[in-house]
T-cell receptor
Framework: LAKTTQPISMDSYEGQEVNITCSHN???????ITWYQQFPSQGPRFIIQ???TKVTNEVASLFIPADRKSSTLSLPRVSLSDTAVYYC??????????????FGKGTKLSVKP | GAVVSQHPSRVICKSGTSVKIECRSL??????MFWYRQFPKQSLMLMAT?????????EQGVEKDKFLINHASLTLSTLTVTSAHPEDSSFYIC??????????????FGPGTRLLVL
């Protein structure tokens, strides 16, 4: 399973765009990239998932370069409620049904007023 | 959609007793569920993979006789912490992977169960 590296923490202010980059140099051909958000004493919440290029949904965008060795989660106009830990995970099989997701240390995002 | 529930949300028990935690996928079928443990200020650690109708697969260092997993149906997996001790106090989180095929896979997580062993 590919190991991921993220910044331990990031600070931002309300209304700013936040970009969290994750490195996964050993990503396998069949691995996909998934980001989760976790608040204290809650289970992780799915944010976005992608395999290559750019993916956008109602809460975030995910940018994946052609070599797929990194990915960037972009949160537009963050608010105080976006203060949480964000996890980048790689694993599983693209289009398949096998594989586990192993959590790294995550990035603790603190949004200030 | 894709809701996973856990019960109980928190439990306090005496040392030496057993505690059962239920994980249910409410609106989808999940052949595979996962159990994680999370200590304060740490990341989630995968304990085991639960497969419907077969034995669970445990991660290295996780005692299968202490953490009993049963996945009796496509929507329910249970984790029983047997003879719990204070060091077992933690936040236990389950996740379920939808059986729907498609691009990639997504695990949906339950809200977690806080276990405190006195």
């Amino acid at each position: 399973l590919a190991k991921t590296t993220q910044p331990i923490s990031m600070d931002s202010y309300e209304g700013q765009e936040v970009n969290i980059t994750c490195s996964h140099n050993n990503i396998a051909t069949n691995d996909y990239i998934t980001w989760y958000q976790q608040f204290p004493s809650q289970g992780p919440r799915f944010i976005i998932q992608g395999y290559k290029t750019k993916v956008t949904n109602e809460v975030a965008s995910l940018f994946i370069p052609a070599d797929r060795k990194s990915s960037t989660l972009s949160l537009p106009r963050v608010s105080l409620s976006d203060t949480a830990v964000y996890y980048c995970l790689v694993g599983g099989n693209y289009g398949g049904s096998q594989g586990n997701l192993i959590f790294g240390k995550g990035t603790k995002l603190s949004v200030k007023p | 959609g894709a809701v996973v529930s856990q019960h109980p949300s928190r439990v306090i028990c005496k040392s030496g007793t057993s505690v059962k935690i239920e994980c249910r996928s409410l609106d989808f079928q999940a052949t595979t569920m996962f159990w994680y443990r999370q200590f304060p200020k740490q990341s989630l650690m995968l304990m085991a993979t639960s497969n419907e109708g077969s034995k669970a697969t445990y991660e290295q260092g996780v005692e299968k006789d202490k953490f009993l997993i049963n996945h009796a149906s496509l929507t329910l997996s249970t984790l029983t912490v047997t003879s719990a001790h204070p060091e077992d106090s933690s936040f236990y989180i389950c996740s379920a992977r939808s059986d729907m095929t498609g691009v990639g896979e997504t695990q949906y997580f339950g809200p977690g169960t806080r276990l405190l062993v006195l």
